[in-house]
């Protein structure tokens, strides 16, 4: 998963149920409802996928406003009905789309390792080199508490589900030593 929010087209609500099971398992807040309040507008850290019945135009542009603020979205609609086809296309031009809920999005390990942040990639080659997470944060001047969300953060970007699993493609991408 790129750092770009999980973008489902779906056409029932038991779909949606499976998709909506998978990302929370992933750390996903769910949300039924594509409004979000205006306090802030870019809501990827949050990491919340809202999901619901697409079936006008002014629920496509709800759905599309919330894709485009960082909020995942698991819309329920007919994709072959003027709001369907409407909806697939304006997220398509954000990135995209899965129309199939079985379907995962692909995760290019070498992509999503270069979207680490220096912080994170400390805190990995800290760990690959086996120091545990409180030492690997006491080492680049973190709260215990920090270094657990940026590895989080890199297990996420990285399309992992493990500490474990995020330093072993860390390893796989890093460029060799000199």
């Not at 750390?27 to 507008?41: P, V």
């Not at 819309?75 to 997220?91: K, S, Y």
């Amino acid at each position: 998963m790129s750092d770009e929010p999980p973008r489902y087209v779906v056409p029932t609500a038991g779909d949606a149920t499976a998709v909506l099971r998978r990302l929370t398992r992933a750390g996903w807040l769910s949300r039924e409802g594509f409004a979000l309040a205006e306090s802030g507008w870019d809501v990827s850290a949050a990491r919340v996928v809202l999901f619901g019945r697409v079936a006008d135009a002014d629920t496509v542009r709800l759905a599309v406003l919330a894709s485009v603020r960082g909020a995942g979205v698991v819309a329920i609609t007919d994709v072959t009905e003027d709001h369907g086809r409407a909806l697939v296309a304006d997220l398509e031009r954000l990135g995209a789309v899965q129309l199939d809920p079985d379907a995962e999005p692909a995760v290019d390990p070498v992509e999503a390792a270069g979207r680490l942040v220096p912080e994170q990639r400390a805190l990995l080659e800290r760990l690959a080199n086996g120091e545990t997470i409180a030492a690997a944060a006491a080492a680049e001047f973190l709260s215990l508490r920090t270094a657990n969300r940026r590895i989080a953060q890199a297990r996420a970007a990285l399309g992992v589900g493990t500490t474990r699993e995020a330093v072993l493609a860390y390893l796989r991408q890093r460029p060799p030593p000199r």
